[in-house]
């Protein structure tokens, strides 16, 4: 349901494609993020971050984010976070309950769908393929691959270029779990589809003008997604 104080997006309709944010949407990446911000964060003598914190701060990419937060050493703290990414983000690769069902049965539904992130995009496919998760997504882009990162649209148009569909002329649905992800949706025309299961709330949504479809978890959204393709037969 929205809050019936800030005016309505255009009515949902039976999505032509569904976008998906990764972090905290498809996968509880909380904990192991937290952990690369603090590894960093130590390496240059500065005070670890909460876990709420971290929840504020990797909802940006980390280029948007270190150069803010470590200055002229942003490069280097940069290669940091990365360097212990890869060695370790398919050991900590945990799916949200009932990811992998989820998107199996919105793929017998012959929806098409792909992922738009903040994560670097080389991590993304790798995660992607380890969950098996690529005979599902298709169109893919992470961190890096547009000229811009979310919120700007860039990257969602790049995955919508993929799929060869428009907003203009499709119904393109994007889930994610942070008013970042909302402001990606709104400025690329997508319907921005909130999930409550993640890093962030519905409040920071209106906090930010914003005013979403939300939704609880999995369960709640694939009955939406039934319901528009039962009643289109």
Known sequence: MRNAKYMLMKPLQKPDAILFDWDGTLIDSLPALHSYYNHVLGAFSMPFISREEARARIRLSAR???????????????????????????????????????????????IPMGVVSNKR????????????????????????????DKPAPDPLHMAMDQLHISPDVHEIWYVGDTETDMMAAVAAGCQPIFIEHGLGTRDECYQHGLNPYVFKGFSDLLAEVEKFSRDSQ
């Open 121 to 148: 995009h080389v991590f993304l496919l790798k995660e992607i393929a380890h969950l098996g998760w690529d005979k599902y997504l298709v169109a893919n882009v992470g961190a890096g691959e547009a000229a811009k």
């Open 64 to 110: 948007d984010v270190f150069p803010k937060l470590f200055g002229d050493q942003w490069q280097n703290a940069f290669d940091l976070y990365y360097d212990c990414v890869a060695k370790t983000h398919l050991d900590h690769l945990v799916a949200m309950d009932g990811g992998g069902d989820f998107i199996a049965r919105l793929a017998a539904l012959e």
